[in-house]
């Protein structure tokens, strides 16, 4: 059974930093590509980040270029996403996602973790 577990979320103050991770089991972690997919209030699924399976190359959405880091442990089957200078709009329901597609709700996702970054 596939299974990604997010955790890390929490209330954080604009300007802040958090660090979500993703522990995966139930398939070879370390021959996937891993994403970061998140859902705001009244707002669609949207893509975050994705690295490939030695960590090169990360992608990033525009609006959180440059304050957000992907990172995988293929060693711990965990992918991470250091967040830093937090803005309210990137309040969300953050999941983890195996693979990536443009379509991201096809995404195997896990049940995910909620940021919420106050003003």
């Known amino acids: 059974e596939v299974q990604l577990q997010a955790s890390g979320g929490g209330l954080v103050q604009t300007g802040g930093s958090l660090t979500l991770s993703c522990l995966v089991s139930g398939f070879t972690f370390s021959n996937r590509a891993m994403s970061w997919l998140r859902q705001a209030p009244g707002k669609e699924l949207e893509w975050v980040s994705t690295?490939?399976?030695?960590?090169?190359?990360?992608h990033y959405a525009g609006s959180i270029k440059g304050r957000f880091t992907i990172s995988r442990d293929n060693a711990k089957n965990t992918v991470y996403l250091q967040m830093n200078s937090l803005k309210s709009e990137d309040t969300a329901v953050y999941y983890c996602?195996?693979?990536?597609?443009?379509?991201?709700?096809?995404?195997?996702r896990g049940q995910g973790t909620l940021v919420t970054v106050s003003s």
């Open positions: 690295i490939y399976t030695d960590g090169s190359m990360p």
């Open positions: 996602a195996r693979d990536w597609t443009p379509v991201v709700s096809r995404l195997v």
